[in-house]
Nanobody
Framework: QAQLVESGGGSVQAGGSLRLSCTVSGYIYNNYCMGWFRQAPGKSREMVARVIIRTGDTFYGDSAKGRFTVSQDNVKKTLDLQMTNLTSDDSAVYYC??????????????????WGPGTQVTVSS
């Protein structure tokens, strides 16, 4: 059974950088898009970035634009999120997710069916 596992989270000071990685184990049939989401305490889960696997098309949430970069490595079966210029507002649990049905929207958490357990990112000011 396919699984997603995030890594790379941790604590960093404001202005610093972190690189998160999502590793896919097993085979995901019809892997259409993958994304990074985050959820801070008391807040709803929000999309940070997503990529359409076959085309490489990317989308970034407003909070990520200009600071975060998502990249996929189809050989290593990883999805990375490079985060720069971090602020305390970026503190959250970050989740990797994939949509296993071809086509349709990849815009919200409800569109994704397989999730990793998450990795904590804490930014101190």
């Amino acid at each position: 059974q396919a699984q997603l596992v995030e890594s790379g989270g941790g604590s960093v000071q404001a202005g610093g950088s972190l690189r998160l990685s999502c590793t896919v184990s097993g085979y995901i049939y019809n892997n259409y898009c993958m994304g990074w989401f985050r959820q801070a305490p008391g807040k709803s889960r929000e999309m940070v970035a997503r990529v359409i696997i076959r085309t490489g098309d990317t989308f970034y949430g407003d909070s990520a634009k200009g600071r975060f970069t998502v990249s996929q490595d189809n050989v290593k079966k990883t999805l990375d999120l490079q985060m720069t210029n971090l602020t305390s507002d970026d503190s959250a649990v970050y989740y990797c997710a994939t949509k296993r049905t071809f086509g349709g929207a990849c815009a919200a958490s409800g569109d994704f069916g397989l999730w990793g357990p998450g990795t904590q990112v804490t930014v101190s000011s």
